[in-house]
């Protein structure tokens, strides 16, 4: 029998081969809704109402305790809050967490203290499994840049990207820049070695805020911010949740971050996010954190609670107005 080993445990602990141990198996089918068919029945009303009425049913049908919030930008520009859902419980972030993690390697580049073209050495001692691209190459001794370690850990999740960011930005300065951002509560967890961590705790709330300051392009500069979110705006990304149901282009409006673990609660399924409309302007902002929740070894899309995050993106990406030149504006 495979020995259970969390994806947070396999980043403190460190060793590729433990990394091994702690990749999912195979998922296994479970009982939930069918994400189009519940799309397709609630698409005619796209309003916060809807939203809000689908994202009490979703949550039942997944189970768990859910800590949610969504905001959209109405017709005359202001931002409202259309789920409020325990949005300020501090949870673990999981590989939502990676959203704040880049965050500070990039305040550090606009400081001109680091550059997206600086390169690290990628060594067998800091390979880590789970999630991510870097340990199935086998053998090491690249040369990668900031900007390749970032893309890898935004893209795909990868957990050897938060040691290499760890390098060029310890654990206790991390939570300095997100201290000096007005983050109250999102930090790393550091450990004895300053330069690794664990990912540490959030809130919805303050995920939200992340997300809306980056997309307003006043988290970080502008160029900084189009980085981050022209990665994870890629269509390459995550497809299992929120974007699902959604056509490649479509796809290209949703900027969006999965985080995947479980503890002694049970299983917790995170996606938090930016959806823009037709213009290029961001509309509406989504975090949901999933716990307590069954089915510890299925990380793929027939989760309950990933089934729950594809019927809330369609729902959510249809109530956004296609008429050129609406919402534009921050809040």
Not at 59 to 66: D, E, L, M, V
Not at 248 to 258: D, G, I, L, P
Request: hydrophobic letters at 45%.
């Amino acid at each position: 029998m495979t020995k259970q080993v969390s994806r947070r445990a396999a980043i403190g602990i460190g060793a590729a081969t433990a990394a091994l141990v702690a990749t999912p198996r195979s998922a296994t089918a479970a009982p939930g809704a069918n994400a189009a068919g519940v799309a397709a029945g609630t698409a005619a009303q796209p309003t916060p109402v809807l939203i809000r009425r689908v994202y009490q049913d979703q949550k039942a049908r997944a189970g768990g305790a859910w800590h949610s919030h969504v905001a959209m930008v109405n017709a005359t520009g202001g931002l409202d809050v259309v789920v409020d859902d325990d949005a300020d419980r501090v949870t673990h972030g999981y590989s939502v967490q990676k959203l704040a993690v880049a965050v500070a390697v990039m305040d550090k580049i606009d400081r001109g203290e680091l550059r997206l073209d600086q390169r690290l050495d990628l060594t067998a001692d800091i390979i880590l499994g789970g999630s991510g691209i870097y340990f199935l190459q086998t053998v090491w001794g690249d040369e990668v840049t900031v900007a390749n370690f970032l893309t890898a850990l935004l893209l795909v999740s990868d957990n050897t990207a938060v040691r290499m960011c760890g390098r060029v930005v310890p654990a206790l300065e991390i939570n300095q820049i997100l201290a000096a951002k007005g983050f109250t509560h999102t930090r790393v967890e550091p450990v004895a070695n300053p330069n690794r961590f664990f990912l540490g705790v959030t809130t919805p709330r303050e995920t939200h805020d992340l997300l809306w300051r980056l997309a307003n392009k006043t988290l970080l500069s502008t160029r900084s911010s189009d980085f981050l979110l022209g990665i994870l705006r890629w269509i390459n990304g995550y497809h299992d949740g929120i974007r699902r149901d959604m056509s490649s282009a479509e796809r290209s409006r949703v900027a969006t971050k999965y985080g995947a673990d479980y503890d002694t609660r049970g299983a917790a399924r995170h996606e938090a996010g930016i959806m823009f409309d037709p213009t290029g302007a961001p509309t509406l902002t989504y975090a949901f954190f999933a716990d307590s929740l069954g089915d510890l070894d299925n990380y793929g899309g027939t989760h309950p609670a990933v089934r729950a995050h594809a019927v809330l993106g369609r729902t959510m990406f249809d109530a956004i107005p296609k008429r050129e030149g609406w919402g534009l504006g921050g809040g």
